[in-house]
């Protein structure tokens, strides 16, 4: 057991996955998380959940679960409610519940300058290494408690998806505005004509609600999409080509032709064409909206100019009467407890070696800060075990961590791009082709891991 004291904050999927990696290791670890119980944004009830009750995987379950503990469903892609159940059998399995301070919200990290009234049991010395918690308890009755600590640690898990990035745009509408984190069920577009702007998964799969429900529904987009099916040959797409994987543009190449030839080509809907290859931005795993385009139940629009009362004007020159714009416009990256100066934050997200360690290895570690097509959930676990490998060695083979410390600061760090171009967006700052991540992941985890057998190892069923 290590000497050392550690935080972890969140509860969702990358929270667990963590602190099971720490169970594994043998190291202790409390964790915070600000709703009542574990799942994150796939637990609708969380007040911070941005799921909606149409919300499946738009991976598959077999490339998604976590490899130690399979799904308890036969189900391809899941829907949000198998996903709560899982996350809560995973939590139960292994003993992961009890460590969680659950209705505890995080407000404030602070670097420890020994003289802080904490009240944890760390072993720190009061010389700047540690950090203060600062948190608020809410109890069953609603009362409100402070709740100060000190850790030597702090692993944030608290998720990419739950701060809305909201656009401004030039005018004034009459109507109602939404972000996609508001929405929750088809009733709340009845009746109405809706404007999305934004294609991008959730975007495309609220068009297809409202299809159902609204007098109209428009798709405002800026750019070309790729739109992958969830089938294919029979079988969940991207459970093909689960081999060595291919160059980026040999696999280009072939699946863009794989892709014209089941859904054809997305311009003759209306929308533009990509200005990148396929994999250089998310694609889009829903091809039921091309098939509502092709109903007319639904058209594309161009990117907004201006809002004038209840009239939206495009760039194009044409213009649409709306009731409701949703916007689908994504989620800004929400560290809000800690100053970003702490996390190397450079230009849209912390740059951080393997998305994980900040440069300076001040004691924040931060655990499921990457979005890649197809990682899955065990591609964050393998994140995870990194961290806890590394926790370790500081703790029994300090030599072992200072050379890995040695490297990240002194040394190029590994390209995690697998030879994609990726758009230079806000949200692919921190994006990464899978296997090139999870290979780097494991060679700098083979490096740092003990020789002891871990404790607590175990797998469903044992």
């Known amino acids: ?82 996903l709560k159940r899982y996350f809560d059998d995973y939590a139960d399995e292994f003993g992961l519940r009890d460590r969680f301070r659950f209705g505890t919200r995080v407000d404030r990290l602070e670097r420890d300058n020994g003289d802080s009234n904490a009240t944890g049991t760390g072993t720190g010395t009061g010389t700047g290494t540690g950090w203060i918690l600062h948190a608020t308890v809410q109890d069953e009755d609603g009362a409100h408690t402070a709740l100060v600590e000190r850790y030597d640690g702090v692993i944030l898990a608290n998720g990419t998806l739950a701060e809305p990035n909201v656009p401004a745009f030039p005018g004034e509408f009459a109507g109602e505005i939404m972000h996609t984190s508001a929405y929750k069920d088809p009733a709340q577009l009845a009746g109405r004509r ?130 409701l714009v949703l916007l689908a416009t994504g989620y800004a990256l929400d560290y809000p407890f800690v100053d970003r100066e702490h996390l190397n934050w450079t230009g849209a997200s912390p740059r951080l070696f393997l998305n994980v360690f900040p440069p300076s290895f001040n004691g924040l570690y931060m655990m499921g800060m990457i979005e890649a097509s197809g990682i899955g959930w065990q591609g964050r676990y393998e994140q995870a075990e990194l961290i806890a490998a590394y926790l370790a060695a500081e703790d029994a083979d300090p030599a072992r961590a200072a050379r890995f410390r040695d490297r990240v600061t002194t040394q190029s760090w590994p390209d995690l791009t697998g030879g994609y171009r990726y758009l230079g967006l806000a949200r692919m700052s921190y994006y990464v082709n899978k296997d090139a991540y999870r290979r780097a992941v494991r060679t700098e985890q083979a490096a740092l891991a003990e020789t002891t057998t871990p404790a607590g190892s175990g797998r469903r069923g044992a």
């Open 194 to 323: 809706v404007l999305i702007i934004g294609a991008g998964n959730s975007g495309c799969d609220i068009a297809v609600d409202a299809v159902h429900h609204a007098e109209s529904v428009d798709l405002s987009v800026r750019r070309g999409y790729y739109f992958v099916p969830r089938y294919l040959f029979g079988r969940p797409s991207d459970t093909l080509n689960q081999g060595r994987p291919l160059p980026a543009r040999i696999k280009q190449a072939i699946d863009s032709r794989v892709l014209r030839a089941f859904t054809g080509d997305p311009v003759r809907f209306g929308f533009p064409r990509p200005d990148y290859r396929i994999y250089e931005s998310h694609p889009i795993v829903n091809t039921l909206v091309l098939n509502h385009l092709g109903q007319g139940d639904l058209r594309i629009r161009a990117d907004v100019e201006r809002f004038d009362h209840d009239t939206v004007h495009f760039r194009d020159g044409t213009a649409g009467d709306y009731d």
């Open 1 to 82: 057991m290590t000497t050392k004291s550690y935080a972890v904050i969140g509860a969702g999927p990358s929270g667990l996955a963590v602190m099971r990696a720490l169970q594994k290791a043998g190291i202790d670890a409390t964790g915070y998380e600000a709703s009542h119980d574990v799942g994150g944004l796939w637990d609708i009830t969380n007040p911070r959940s941005t799921m909606y009750s149409s919300a499946h995987l738009i991976s598959s379950r077999t490339t998604t679960e976590f490899t130690e503990f399979p799904m308890d469903s036969d189900v391809d892609y899941p829907g949000h409610r198998v």
